[in-house]
């Protein structure tokens, strides 16, 4: 569950977590990298940023407890 809600904050954070360092840092990248771009555009609307900000973070939250129930 930690793995689940720490993702939810920021995606990569329950991978980290799990010990799947690769994995969480690419996650982790990716957000960082989505939030920046998204905030030096004007011609992208909040509501759109959040909404895929926050879509990436539910993919990463279901990554992670794949990651964990694999085993790997």
């Known amino acids: 569950m930690i793995a689940i809600v720490l993702s939810?904050?920021?995606?990569?954070?329950?991978h980290l977590a799990t010990?799947?360092?690769g994995r969480g840092l690419i996650w982790l990248v990716g957000a960082?990298?989505?939030a920046v771009l998204f905030a030096t555009?004007?011609?992208v609307s909040?509501?759109?940023s959040a909404g895929l900000l926050g879509a990436l973070a539910v993919l990463?939250?279901?990554d992670a407890v794949y990651m964990?129930?694999?085993g790997d």
């Not at 939810?8 to 329950?14: R, S, T, V, Y």
């Open 8 to 14: 939810l904050i920021l995606p990569g954070l329950g």
């Open 19 to 21: 010990g799947h360092r």
């Open 32 to 34: 960082v990298a989505m």
């Open 41 to 43: 555009r004007d011609d």
């Open 46 to 48: 909040l509501a759109l």
């Open 60 to 62: 990463a939250a279901a």
């Open 68 to 70: 964990i129930r694999a």
